[in-house]
């Protein structure tokens, strides 16, 4: 399977006229006929042609179909402007695919979306610039958490609607994802496979996959123009507020660290001792240890690179069922893209998942240690 090239169409569509017609090739799953359209706006506006793949990204809330776009925009500043067409091609391609499993629920979150842009006026509303303070985030967190998806959407609206910052807004969508990865009980016995035991929260957990999914919208949203800055964080929104309702539980569920986990900790204080002991949690498979650690480095205010090398160690190291070096990605970027008071639960969360994962090399680490001697 390979991409070939693609001539652009002639005749390209005018930029508010486009999205909507690559849509529409989507939705007839025309691939030759929605690449040239694609090739063709990317041909005039990158950022006009990645706007419009959006529309036709926010028909489902799937985690890939998320994950994809953002990463691919990301990469452009490895690979140059130039590589723009065959990058976003990899999304509109997914897209393709996907409708051959379109089913009928995937309009509920497509019409709550378009109620609550009219509803308060937010098309054609450039991003606000309130500011929001700690107290204000972490309420709004709990709202999108603890609430159904559309209660959840329609809370990150209002608070669009009153003009606070988007990223303050995509603050509060990663805490609330945060809180699954915390509170999950891990794979239930009778749901266990290789690499993933009983207990395991890595992989394709509800957490990791909510974590990553937030990431992408909060960062979709942050690269985007017009709608899309405010679709991105309300569909954010939605699709943590309905992960989360598929496990009722996590809401009267304790978040880790617990209690007994942090006077493991109490009387260390010495950076390096305590970056020791998050080794000897992980390689321990120790989550809940693991994850008690970081919180007593965030409470002494230590310095967090070391933390972040030690992690990235077994993002590396280990496999992660496919998952490791992404949810790493994820959580760095939304440690330093969140504020003092909460930044840390990222690296817990991070934490626990490297806890969960050690002792799954990843494939190829052998033959890559040897190649690099």
């Given at each position: 399977e390979v991409l070939a090239l693609v001539a652009p169409e002639a005749g390209a569509a005018v930029a508010e006229e486009a999205a909507r017609q690559l849509h529409e090739a989507v939705k007839a799953r025309d691939t030759a006929g929605a690449e040239r359209m694609l090739a063709a706006m990317v041909s005039k506006d990158p950022a006009a042609a990645f706007n419009a793949l959006l529309e036709v990204v926010q028909d489902d809330t799937e985690v890939h179909r998320t994950v994809l776009p953002y990463r691919a925009w990301d990469l452009l500043d490895v690979v140059g402007q130039t590589h723009a067409s065959t990058l976003l091609r990899q999304s509109l391609r997914y897209c393709l695919n996907a409708e051959k499993y379109r089913r009928a629920d995937w309009e509920e979150h497509g019409k709550v979306?378009?109620?609550?842009?009219?509803?308060?006026?937010?098309?054609?509303?450039?991003?606000?610039?309130?500011?929001?303070?700690?107290?204000?985030v972490e309420?709004?967190?709990?709202?999108?958490?603890?609430?159904?998806?559309?209660?959840?959407?329609?809370?990150?609206?209002?608070?669009?609607?009153?003009?606070?910052?988007?990223?303050?807004?995509?603050?509060?969508?990663?805490?609330?994802?945060n809180q699954i990865v915390l509170r999950d009980p891990g794979r239930p016995a009778s749901w266990e496979s290789p690499g993933k035991p009983a207990g395991s929260v890595h992989g394709d957990s509800i957490g990791v996959h909510a974590s990553d999914s937030v990431n992408a919208w909060r960062n979709l949203s942050r690269v985007s123009q017009g709608r899309n800055v405010h679709a991105c964080l309300i569909l954010g929104a939605w699709q943590v507020a309905r992960d989360r309702a598929g496990r009722p539980e996590l809401v009267s569920a304790s978040p880790l660290p617990t209690e007994y986990h942090v006077r493991e900790y109490a009387g260390v204080s010495d950076s390096a001792q305590l970056v020791d002991k998050l080794h000897e949690a992980i390689r321990g498979n120790l989550q809940g240890h693991a994850s008690a650690v970081i919180q007593r480095i965030a409470d002494l205010k230590l310095p967090e690179e070391p933390v972040f090398q030690c992690l990235l160690k077994y993002a590396c190291s280990e496999d992660g069922s496919l998952h490791a070096e992404k949810y790493f990605s994820t959580a760095r970027d939304d440690f330093r893209?969140?504020?003092?008071?909460?930044?840390?639960?990222?690296?817990?969360?991070?934490?626990?998942?490297?806890?969960?994962?050690?002792?799954?090399?990843?494939?190829?680490?052998?033959?890559?240690?040897m190649l690099l001697g």
């Open positions: 979306l378009t109620g609550l842009l009219d509803e308060h006026h937010l098309l054609g509303r450039g991003p606000g610039q309130r500011t929001a303070e700690d107290g204000y309420n709004l967190s709990r709202t999108i958490f603890n609430g159904s998806p559309t209660e959840a959407a329609g809370a990150v609206a209002a608070a669009l609607a009153e003009g606070f910052d988007p990223a303050a807004i995509g603050e509060s969508l990663a805490l609330a994802a893209t969140t504020r003092a008071a909460f930044r840390w639960r990222h690296l817990s969360g991070l934490a626990r998942v490297t806890a969960s994962e050690y002792g799954r090399p990843a494939a190829g680490q052998a033959e890559a240690r």
